[in-house]
């Protein structure tokens, strides 16, 4: 099977371990739940590409980079996705600040540049933590989130390894607002 790849808001640490504490708290009956190391949001499915076309992104977002200043970014609320009664996907939601699909529009134009198709369905901006509702009675709606907030600095590049755990693998990133010879080079 060829690799899939995404574009992807990084997300600190210290943000990773809360969001998977709630998770653990919640107890939810989901049948899987997304290992913390791979909370992330993404910016751009990319899907199956060749390298030569990702790299030419990661080049086009390199220019961009540069001159996107890094932003407020709250986590505010929980939802799901798929039927009310027994939602596929459980995610994590933000305050949806201007900055943030600012960001999504140059990387998903970064991608068309390159030659890349992606999915074109509305920007809905959340962290996947866990897929496939199994309770045994409807599900019911989380309570609310405490809210948490951080200052989005790194854009990356995954790769999806399915037969791992975590299962994400950091191809390439670069920090906002941070000037083009300080870059991190492609990781191979």
């Not at 791979?38 to 990319?46: C, G, R, S």
């Not at 459980?90 to 529009?105: C, M, N, R, S």
């Not at 866990?130 to 309770?135: T, Y």
Request: positive net charge.
């Amino acid at each position: 099977m060829q690799p899939h790849y995404f574009f992807a808001l990084v997300l600190p640490d210290d943000v990773k371990e809360m969001i998977a504490k709630e998770m653990k708290k919640r107890n939810e009956p989901f049948k899987r739940f997304v290992h913390q190391e791979d909370y992330h949001l993404t910016l751009a499915f990319v899907g199956a590409a060749a390298l030569s076309d990702l790299q030419k992104v990661c080049a086009f977002l390199e220019e961009k980079a540069g001159h996107t200043p890094i932003f407020d970014l709250k986590l505010t609320s929980l939802g799901t996705f798929g039927p009310k009664a027994s939602p596929r996907i459980f995610w994590v939601g933000t305050d949806e600040p201007a900055p943030l699909f600012q960001l999504q529009k140059e990387v998903a134009a970064a991608c068309r540049r390159a030659g890349i198709s992606i999915d074109e369905k509305p920007f809905r901006p959340h962290i996947t933590t866990a897929r496939k509702w199994i309770g045994p009675e409807p599900y019911k709606p989380a309570d609310s989130l405490e809210e948490l907030s951080f200052r989005a600095a790194e854009v990356a590049l995954y790769e999806t390894i399915i037969s791992t755990g975590p299962k994400y693998v950091k191809k390439w990133s670069c920090l906002l607002n941070e000037p083009r010879e300080e870059r991190k080079p492609w990781r191979s």
